[in-house]
């Protein structure tokens, strides 16, 4: 049973960055693998999807998020990567990793706190 393990979260003032990482057991970042996604879920709110990558790695964001988050994945390493930039308040949440659309059991999950 494939493992999900985000990392990388924590408190950031507005405008700062952070850059979140999700380590996985199984084969499942390999090329060819699978579409992979980054999702996160504010308080009181469900669960979206704000980015994903491709088998191909062709890369989509929520329009919330576009132009400032970047999603990557590094095959060799077994690792999808968040990279953060220009947060803002509303970015608040704790974010998980999963394939798109979500076929594993989801991990704990980081929190992500932008607040001054």
């Known amino acids: 049973q494939v493992q999900l393990v985000e990392s990388g979260g924590g408190l950031v003032q507005p405008g700062g960055s952070l850059r979140l990482s999700c380590a996985a057991s199984g084969r499942i970042f390999s090329p060819n693998a699978m579409d992979m996604g980054w999702y996160r879920q504010a308080p009181g709110k469900g669960r979206e999807l704000v980015a994903r990558i491709s088998r191909g790695g062709l890369k989509r964001y929520a329009d919330s998020v576009k132009g400032r988050f970047t999603i990557s994945r590094v095959s060799v390493e077994n690792t999808l990567y968040l990279q953060m930039n220009g947060l803002i308040p509303e970015d608040t949440a704790v974010y998980y990793c999963?394939?798109?659309?979500?076929?594993?059991?989801w991990g704990q999950g980081t929190q992500v706190t932008v607040s001054s």
């Open positions: 999963n394939s798109d659309p979500p076929g594993h059991s």
